[in-house]
């Protein structure tokens, strides 16, 4: 599988960060929710599988970028371009 950098809300590479894949899945780079009260809300958790906080700005960026209809041109294709800022 390979990924493409879509954007960051951090600073100096740091997480969170989202990925889209060559398999048109998305990759959520964050760190992992250890709060036992968030945890205990998931749903369904299978083995192998686990849990990161995302700020909604980074997602609504990445969504205007991506998705049909955007208002962005152009897409980050590396980690060194311009992070999302909400």
């Known amino acids: 599988m390979r990924m493409r950098f879509l954007g960051s809300t951090s600073e100096a590479g740091a997480c969170p960060t989202?990925?889209?894949t060559d398999r048109g899945t998305i990759?959520?780079?964050g760190?992992?929710?250890?709060?036992p009260?968030?945890?205990a809300d998931l749903r369904d958790v299978l083995d192998g599988?686990?849990?990161v906080e995302v700020p909604r700005e980074l997602i609504t960026e990445i969504a205007r970028r991506v998705l049909p209809g955007g208002s962005a041109t152009?897409?980050?294709d590396s980690p060194s371009a311009p992070t999302a800022s909400g």
Do not use: C, H, K, S
Request: zero cysteines; a negative charge.
């Open 18 to 20: 989202l990925y889209e």
């Open 37 to 39: 009260q968030a945890l």
């Open 49 to 51: 599988e686990t849990a």
């Open 27 to 29: 990759v959520v780079q």
């Open 31 to 35: 760190l992992r929710l250890t709060d």
């Open 74 to 76: 152009t897409e980050p």
